[in-house]
T-cell receptor, first 113, second 114 residues
Framework: DGGITQSPKYLFRKEGQNVTLSCEQNLNHDAMYWYRQDPGQGLRLIYYSQIVNDFQKGDIAEGYSVSREKKESFPLTVTSAQKNPTAFYLC????????????FGPGTRLTVT | GDSVTQMEGPVTLSEEAFLTINCTYTATGYPSLFWYVQYPGEGLQLLLK?????DKGSNKGFEATYRKETTSFHLEKGSVQVSDSAVYFC?????????????FGAGTILRVKS
C-alpha cells in the first residue's frame, strides 16, 4: 500500500532536548511538507521541500530544522529553541508544488514537559 | 495575502439532518479549492476538490461548488451520519504557479448525534 508513515504516534520529551520526528512516503512524490496543529486552530506550515537536498521555510520555521537527503524521507527536528513545542505534527506530500492536493500522514503528538 | 475563513463550530446536528459548512476565501489569481476531513487522533484526508470556477467536487455524499463571484466553497451533505463526526478543513492552493502551497481555514468541528 502506498502512503505516508510517521513515527512515533506519541512522543514525550523533557524541555531543553532536541527531538526528531520521522516522515516516510512511498508515493514517489517530489514535494513534502511539515505542519503544526494546535487545539482549535488550523494547520500552519513549518517547512516544505520540493526536491531532494532543497527545502524552504514556511510560516513558522523558527525553532525547527529539516533535511531531505532522500526523496522518500523528510525528518523534522524540534530544537530546544522552539518555545512552545507541544503540538500535533503532520507530514504531507504531493506530486509537486503545482497546486496538486496533499496527502497526509497520521501525525505525531509531541508533548514536552 | 491569501486566506480562508470557515464558519465557527462546533456544529451539532441530529442524524439525517442537512449539513452546510460555510467557507469563503481571499486569493489572487485562480486558486484550487479543497475540503479535508480529520477524524479524532488522525491525519487529514482529502474529501473533495475543485480546480476552476463552477466546478462541483463530490465524494461520499458531500458536495461543494466553486463560486468565484461570491468567493465561496461551501460544503454540503443531504443526510449526515454519526460517522461523519470529525473536523472539516477548507483549503486553497493559491494558483497553478509552481511553488505555491496550501492555505488552511481554522477548521469546523461537526458532531452528529444519533
Amino acid at each position: 500500500d502506498g502512503g505516508i508513515t510517521q513515527s512515533p504516534k506519541y512522543l514525550f520529551r523533557k524541555e531543553g532536548q532536541n527531538v526528531t520526528l520521522s516522515c516516510e512516503q512511498n508515493l514517489n512524490h517530489d514535494a513534502m511538507y511539515w505542519y503544526r496543529q494546535d487545539p482549535g486552530q488550523g494547520l500552519r506550515l513549518i517547512y516544505y521541500s520540493q526536491i531532494v537536498n532543497d527545502f524552504q521555510k514556511g510560516d513558522i520555521a523558527e525553532g525547527y530544522s529539516v533535511s531531505r537527503e532522500k526523496k522518500e524521507s523528510f525528518p523534522l527536528t524540534v530544537t530546544s529553541a522552539q518555545k512552545n513545542p507541544t503540538a500535533f505534527y503532520l507530514c504531507a506530500s504531493s506530486i509537486d508544488l503545482r497546486g496538486s492536493e496533499q496527502y497526509f500522514g497520521p501525525g505525531t503528538r509531541l508533548t514536552v514537559t | 495575502g491569501d486566506s480562508v475563513t470557515q464558519m465557527e463550530g462546533p456544529v451539532t446536528l441530529s442524524e439525517e439532518a442537512f449539513l452546510t459548512i460555510n467557507c469563503t476565501y481571499t486569493a489572487t489569481g485562480y486558486p484550487s479549492l479543497f475540503w479535508y476531513v480529520q477524524y479524532p487522533g488522525e491525519g487529514l484526508q482529502l474529501l473533495l476538490k475543485a480546480t476552476k470556477a463552477d466546478d462541483k467536487g463530490s465524494n461520499k455524499g458531500f458536495e461543494a461548488t466553486y463560486r468565484k463571484e461570491t468567493t465561496s466553497f461551501h460544503l454540503e451533505k443531504g443526510s449526515v451520519q454519526v460517522s461523519d463526526s470529525a473536523v472539516y478543513f477548507c483549503a486553497l492552493s493559491p494558483s497553478m504557479e509552481y511553488g505555491n502551497k496550501l492555505v488552511f481555514g481554522a477548521g469546523t468541528i461537526l458532531r452528529v448525534k444519533s
